[in-house]
């Protein structure tokens, strides 16, 4: 796996290999607050806020492979007690020679098509606190895309892995990561077309 992009599973576990499109990565920002990693990112993507919070939220028959190899395992659990929403991830990744696999159990809230937002359960994942918030928000002919993250790991990381090194690596990786998104987005259109014309 090519070290400089592994480092992805860490922070959003979303990058992929996809070629002409027209999503933008806008802009990346990366800081630590002690153990505590937090993101954001900025992207736009030519493709609508429903499609895009379709292939968001397709977490069933490992479909999260689609948008990266380093997924190996995504799927729905049952629902919490008060019936939230389970979403279950397992991701594979290595930092230079750092490897591990990370587990992840999440709860989904989401407003259609809107805000996708999850909050890792600590005690059945590999994260002592991790949240995410995926903002779409139409714009042009496509859609603003605003990713957050704040986690902090309950696993050993090296001492090098600092911000600049995250951004490095994001901004290296993200671009390919953000043009599979928008393929798969523009797919899902285009199946609802075709069901409209019917």
Same mark, same amino acid.
């Given at each position: 796996m090519n070290a400089r992009r592994a480092v992805l599973p860490l922070l959003i576990g979303a990058c992929c290999t996809a070629a002409g499109s027209a999503a933008t990565l806008r802009s990346v920002e990366v800081s630590r607050d002690s153990?505590?990693?937090?993101?954001?990112?900025?992207?736009?993507?030519?493709?609508?806020?429903?499609?895009i *919070?379709? /292939?968001?939220?397709?977490?069933?028959?490992?479909? *999260?492979?689609?948008?990266? +190899?380093? *997924?190996? +395992?995504?799927? %729905?659990?049952?629902?919490?007690?008060?019936? =939230?929403?389970?979403? %279950? =991830?397992?991701?594979?990744?290595?930092?230079?020679?750092?490897?591990? @696999?990370?587990?992840?159990? +999440?709860?989904? +809230?989401?407003? =259609?098509?809107?805000?996708?937002? @999850?909050?890792? /359960?600590?005690?059945? @994942?590999?994260f002592k606190f991790s949240t995410s918030e995926w903002t779409l928000e139409p714009e042009g002919t496509g859609t603003k895309v605003t990713y957050r993250m704040d986690m902090e790991p309950s696993f050993w990381l090296p001492p090098f892995v600092g911000p600049w090194f995250l951004k490095r690596t994001l901004l290296h990786g993200a671009p390919s990561a953000v043009d599979k998104i928008e393929a798969l987005a523009q797919q899902v259109r285009e199946v609802a077309a075709r069901a409209d014309a019917r």
């Amino acid at each position: 796996m090519n070290a400089r992009r592994a480092v992805l599973p860490l922070l959003i576990g979303a990058c992929c290999t996809a070629a002409g499109s027209a999503a933008t990565l806008r802009s990346v920002e990366v800081s630590r607050d002690s153990s505590r990693y937090h993101l954001v990112a900025d992207t736009h993507l030519d493709a609508p806020p429903d499609a895009i *919070y379709h /292939v968001l939220i397709d977490f069933d028959h490992n479909s *999260y492979q689609r948008i990266s +190899e380093i *997924y190996k +395992e995504s799927s %729905y659990l049952p629902p919490d007690s008060d019936g =939230t929403p389970l979403v %279950y =991830t397992r991701v594979e990744g290595c930092l230079l020679f750092f490897c591990r @696999s990370m587990r992840r159990v +999440e709860r989904l +809230e989401v407003v =259609t098509p809107n805000l996708i937002r @999850s909050t890792a /359960v600590p005690e059945r @994942s590999d994260f002592k606190f991790s949240t995410s918030e995926w903002t779409l928000e139409p714009e042009g002919t496509g859609t603003k895309v605003t990713y957050r993250m704040d986690m902090e790991p309950s696993f050993w990381l090296p001492p090098f892995v600092g911000p600049w090194f995250l951004k490095r690596t994001l901004l290296h990786g993200a671009p390919s990561a953000v043009d599979k998104i928008e393929a798969l987005a523009q797919q899902v259109r285009e199946v609802a077309a075709r069901a409209d014309a019917r």
